[in-house]
């Protein structure tokens, strides 16, 4: 090989080397705050509900609890790994916020969010979610037929 091929082989190592550490270096690749998601999110149709909004909060946070907490995810015999996802509910202005999230880790950020609020004499509870991608988009569906008191799978 020539010196010119070399250094450039040379130079190429160090920017993937670069790019690497950047990428390991616990840099969330997922929206790190609730409002960054609600920013970039996809967001989905508003749903509209004839329950109260409490009763319909509680549905929905009884769903997200049972699909998204602490666990350890076998991979093997003896391998596997923490998944830490976790519901965050926050409740303020009559209305309930349900935020799946990681507080830590190469996962850590917000990937659902679920706002259940009280409508008017039409809609009496209107829902509306938002997503981090397509996978987290899934959830919509399972998160509008456990509001209307349905206890849906949680899916991969």
């Known amino acids: 090989m020539s010196l010119t091929h070399n250094l450039v082989l040379h130079s190429s190592m160090k920017k993937l080397i670069a790019i690497s550490v950047i990428l390991l270096s616990g840099c969330s690749i ?62 303020s202005n009559g209305a309930t916020g349900l935020s799946v999230y990681s507080p830590s880790g190469a996962d850590a950020g917000y990937f659902l969010h679920a706002l259940i609020s009280k409508g008017d004499a039409i809609c009496k509870t209107r829902m509306s979610i938002t997503a981090y991608n397509f996978a987290w988009e899934r959830h919509f569906g399972r998160l509008k037929e456990s509001a209307e008191g349905n206890e849906p799978g949680c899916g991969l």
């Open 30 to 91: 997922f929206p790190e705050t609730k409002e960054e998601l609600l920013q970039t999110g996809t967001k989905s149709p508003e749903y509209c509900f004839n329950d109260e909004s409490e009763l319909v909060a509680r549905r929905v946070e009884t769903y997200l609890s049972k699909c998204f907490r602490p666990s350890y995810v076998r991979t093997g015999y003896v391998t596997g790994f923490a998944n830490n996802q976790q519901v965050k509910k926050e409740v």
